[in-house]
């Protein structure tokens, strides 16, 4: 029986067969290129807006466009932007983003190409935080779940509509976290549960997606995905994306890591890069990362009879659904016990860096003959690792590899993509990057972005931001900026800046501290997932937070990086 583990150790990079959907005229899946797609930030009650970002989107190379419907009267207008769309001669596919409102998702159907729902917040909403669910009370909700969907089923099925079902960590429902945990496993069961609904009313016309602004657990739920759709015949297209990975620098290498990443494995059809602020900023990065496959196409085979699969001889190799870090025994200032170290400089006697590129420490002359060192992509270097012998040595591992760009986004796109994956499964004691072309210390800042990315080595404060949406109240880019500015000290803390209620504390299931729209000029601030104080005047909010983490015992002083 083929697993994901055929995709992982080939020789060769493998694409996962999907089924190829016509969503509006545009392909996707099977052999079709990736497709990049993004959402709009607009209120979309405002037809003009909307259009108008519509346009400049599909005009930067949008192929899909997403539009938050929250409720009737969005989801109705959505004609509106269509009708608008097309009489100025676009006609990109159109993708209605639904959370709570079932008729919403019914009317938006009739109207889009794609509508997205989310398992766990669409229909599954009756269980209680605590609720235990025997297997009859469980089978009986899924019962339940299938009544209330089947009409957008029919629907869908009328006008040729498809569907996304997007799983995300942290806004599982309650029935799904009792039985399998807020887990990448509960995740994958959650979508899996309505594409069995789906499948068993003959409607197929699906996607389905994994999404956490943890990129670990998007990687491993993904992975997890696709070994659980091949077991039950499924080859429904994959949606990838980072959620509410961030902005800048660091949003950019977040989602190249867990995009690239999975896309390097084989997996993905669709990809949405998501950015905090003007949706134009994803597209570029989402080219470049769909670019570097789409050149050069996986081979899509469902038959590996010909391909050599190389398989560990262990079962130390680290495990693709929960990779562990890799052991290895200290040799100097590499291995054990030491930090993932970042080197730069002199090739023969590199130093080891600190963030702000100052060298913290010269390695042991003889330092290539203690470590095993590994360049090129992640499949290249995963099988060279397992040429080595990897199961019987524990010696540390360097991840070396040189770049000639110039430009800073390719140098963040290509490293995140190669470096990250192979961290990502555990393997890697030093990242060691080169890029003459570029400013002094851009190496050695993408590599200590990478290895927090990857949460190999944590340098500095996390920040989780979604890009906001037409829910969304307030500047966005603004609070993050305001909220970096009080707060970007405190290394290791996850704070999470959220435009409003409805991903707010499910989507930041991850952050230590919450900062989340709760409607014109007001801010609720959350310690971990539970409120602490409510509609906060925007005005008072930051001092606000800044407050709380001292009353929490957070607050320390520290230098980044060092």
């Known amino acids: 029986m083929i697993s994901f583990s055929d995709f992982y150790f080939s020789e060769r990079r493998l694409r996962f ?9 545009l392909l996707l899946g099977g052999n079709n290129p990736i497709r990049i797609q993004s959402m709009t930030n607009t209120d979309t009650n405002d037809t003009a807006a909307t259009v108008a970002q519509c346009e400049k989107l599909a005009r930067a190379g949008c192929e899909l466009i997403r539009i938050t419907a929250q409720g009737e009267r969005e989801a109705r207008n959505l004609a509106e932007i269509k009708k608008s ?33 989310n398992p766990g917040n669409y229909t599954d909403r009756r269980s209680r935080p605590g609720q235990s669910f025997a297997d009859k009370e469980y089978a009986l909700e899924l019962e339940y779940i299938a009544e209330k969907v089947s009409p957008l089923l029919s629907i869908c099925r009328e006008h040729g509509t498809a569907i996304r079902i997007g799983s995300n960590h942290g806004s599982l429902s309650h029935r799904i976290i009792d039985r399998y945990g807020d887990t990448p496993a509960g995740m994958v069961e959650s979508a899996l549960e309505f594409a069995r609904i789906c499948k068993a009313e003959s409607f197929e016309n699906l996607v389905i997606s994994m999404k956490s602004s943890n990129v670990r657990v998007m990687i491993q739920a993904t992975r997890l995905l696709v070994d659980r759709m091949i077991a039950e015949a499924m080859d429904y297209p994959i949606h990838l994306g980072v959620t509410e ?22 997996i993905g059809d669709t990809i949405r890069v998501s950015l905090t602020g003007d949706p134009l900023k994803e597209i570029p990065v989402a080219r470049e990362i769909a670019a570097l496959f789409n050149e050069i196409p996986a081979e899509s085979i469902p038959d590996f009879s010909s391909f050599t699969i190389n398989m560990p001889s262990s079962n130390t190799w680290p495990h693709p659904y929960n990779p562990a870090k890799r052991i290895s025994i200290a ?30 420490a ?7 003959n203690k470590s095993i060192v590994l360049s090129g992509t992640t499949r290249q270097m995963r099988l060279q690792l397992l040429g080595k012998g990897e199961t019987d040595s524990n010696s540390p591992v360097v991840i070396q590899n040189g770049y000639t760009s110039t430009d800073p986004l390719k140098l963040q796109v290509k490293a995140a993509i190669e470096a990250g994956g192979i961290l990502v499964d555990g393997i890697g004691d030093a990242l060691y990057l080169t890029a003459p072309n570029l400013p002094e210390g851009t190496d050695c800042r993408t590599a200590f972005a990478i290895l927090q990315a990857t949460r190999s080595r944590i340098t500095r404060t996390e920040f989780i931001s979604c890009p906001s949406c037409g829910r969304t109240q307030f500047d966005i880019e ?56 409510r509609a906060v005047p925007e005005a008072d909010a930051i001092d606000a937070l800044v407050d709380l983490i001292r009353e929490s015992g957070d607050w320390k002083e520290t230098t980044p990086g060092r």
């Open 362 to 368: 010269q390695l042991d002359k003889d330092w290539q």
């Open 85 to 117: 769309l097309h009489a100025k001669g676009i006609y990109v596919p159109l993708i209605a983003d639904i959370h709570f409102q079932p008729k919403a998702a019914e009317i938006a159907a009739a109207i889009v190409e794609k509508v997205r729902i």
């Open 17 to 25: 067969a999907t089924r190829t959907l016509n969503i509006g005229g």
């Open 331 to 360: 040799s100097g200032q590499l291995g054990g016990n030491n930090p993932v170290q970042v080197l730069g400089g002199n090739i023969e006697i590199p130093e080891i860096l600190n963030e702000d590129n100052s060298s913290a």
């Open 245 to 266: 990975a961030g902005d800048g620098e660091d949003g950019i290498i977040k989602s190249a890591v867990g995009i690239g990443s999975l896309l390097q494995d084989g």
């Open 478 to 533: 603004d609070s993050l900026e305001k909220v970096k500015k009080a707060t970007n000290h405190l290394v290791g803390l996850k704070i999470a800046v959220m435009g409003c209620i409805v991903n707010g504390p499910g989507e930041m299931a991850d952050a230590d501290y919450g900062y989340v729209g709760a409607g014109m000029g007001k801010i609720t601030l959350y310690k971990g997932q539970e409120v602490i104080r």
